[in-house]
């Protein structure tokens, strides 16, 4: 079956053309056809890139004023000229979406129908930045390609057995009744992959595996997995809460907000503004949001972006050890993945260099050497396995969607 996987955001389109089936997801023999992206939507020269297996990538500039546009051309570059992959779009078996939230309707994969979107729409409240353009997606991709299936995979859903006192906030209750206010998680399809792939690596079964996932790069979350089941992560009602990120603030004093509000003459929508896209790394060292641009100024001897990084690897570090206790038994691993996890030994090191109290010991030279590869990065003395794990999230995506027209979710 080949699934074209498509992940709408306000401004871009990321998509997979992938083959796969019931059959292939047991032997892990599916097949990535293309990939690519389309950015900054909405302007005159969006950047496009598509890379077929086995061919050279395209990479150009082109006028794309909208997602309609855009996802028309995702279609046209995997059907036609030097990028096509396809004879026809018709080849395309099904499609399936990456959609922020579910809110507590889905635990799992759907295919969506008129009922499913119109919860999707009913969660946009939660997810305003995000649902409504994933939303977009599918209603453009259905009239594209009409009579063809297609899957939601939702970000939350792997979270929804976190069990009550970890999702509820201590607020008053009503308002997690009139408003659905808890704690719902994100990340969670690159979380399930983590888990997937780690139990296999770990050769346990996936029900009496526990691993601390870390998701770590622009956005970043930690989640407890126990028995293959996330149980807490660090996100919360919004993706602001938690670990510090390139540009969001993670956890903060809830006062603090009112404070600067106060003190700095801000409105709502200034100080939103400035949690999420002027804090994290980029508020912290005033140079930029990427772990790499702060690794050259800590090299010139910028102590803010030390002091950056430091914080950063403390935020981290103290999720990691809160959440081995959490699973309250023998954690067997700790997976590091995303942009940060995938490709920054220095920070691996400094994480795991604070949890040594937990018997985790790393091999440096393994460490030193593994940059975006799967590898286990610990000694064989390690009373914990560290493993380094790239996140393949639209692999779940493709995956769940065979599974959702197979009626096997």
């Not at 050279?56 to 000229?81: C, F, K, M, N, Y």
């Not at 996932?213 to 992560?233: F, K, M, P, Y």
């Amino acid at each position: 079956m080949k699934v074209l996987v498509l992940n709408c955001g306000s401004s871009s389109v990321k998509f997979q053309l992938i083959e796969t089936s019931l059959d292939a997801i047991e032997r892990n023999a599916d097949e990535i056809i293309s990939r690519g992206t389309i950015e900054k939507i909405g302007t005159d020269a969006a950047p496009v890139s598509c890379h077929p297996a086995g061919a050279p990538p395209l990479r150009q500039e082109r006028e794309i004023l909208d997602h309609e546009t855009a996802v028309h051309l995702v279609i046209e570059l995997l059907s036609e000229g030097d990028t096509a992959v396809l004879s026809s779009p018709d080849e395309i078996d099904a499609v399936g979406h990456r959609i922020t939230h579910g809110g507590e309707h889905f635990d799992h994969s759907v295919l969506i129908d008129n009922k499913v979107a119109g919860v999707i729409r009913e969660c946009i409240d939660l997810a305003p930045l995000h649902n409504p353009h994933n939303l977009k997606g599918y209603e453009i991709a259905n009239k594209l390609l009409p009579g063809k299936p297609h899957a939601a995979v939702f970000d939350t859903a792997f979270h929804q057995t976190i069990p009550p006192e970890a999702h509820h906030y201590a607020i008053p209750y009503v308002l997690y009744e009139r408003h659905g206010i808890r704690r719902y998680g994100f990340h969670g399809t690159s979380h399930r992959y983590i888990i997937f792939r780690t139990h296999q690596l770990l050769g346990r079964p996936r029900d009496k595996t526990n691993v601390v996932s870390c998701h770590l790069g622009s956005g970043c979350s930690i989640c407890a997995i126990r028995g293959g089941q996330s149980i807490d992560t660090s996100m919360g009602f919004t993706p602001l809460e938690g670990l510090v990120m390139g540009t969001r603030c993670g956890d903060i004093d809830p006062a603090l907000p009112f404070h600067i509000m106060e003190k700095e003459n801000l409105d709502v929508y200034e100080i939103n503004n400035m949690l999420n896209k002027h804090s994290g790394l980029l508020g912290l060292s005033g140079t930029g949001n990427d772990m790499r641009e702060i690794k050259e100024e800590i090299e010139r001897g910028n102590k803010r972006a030390e002091l950056a990084r430091d914080v950063f690897v403390y935020r981290a570090a103290k999720y990691i050890a809160a959440y081995m206790a959490m699973i309250g038994s023998e954690v067997h691993a700790i997976s590091f993945t995303a942009g940060i996890g995938e490709n920054s030994p220095i920070i691996r090191r400094r994480i795991v260099d604070r949890l040594s109290i937990f018997g985790v010991e790393l091999d440096e030279e393994a460490n030193d050497s593994c940059i975006g590869t799967e590898r286990r990065i610990s000694t064989a003395n390690s009373r914990v396995a560290v493993y380094v794990v790239p996140t393949q999230e639209e692999l779940v995506i493709a995956r769940d969607t065979v599974r959702c027209v197979e009626g096997k979710t």
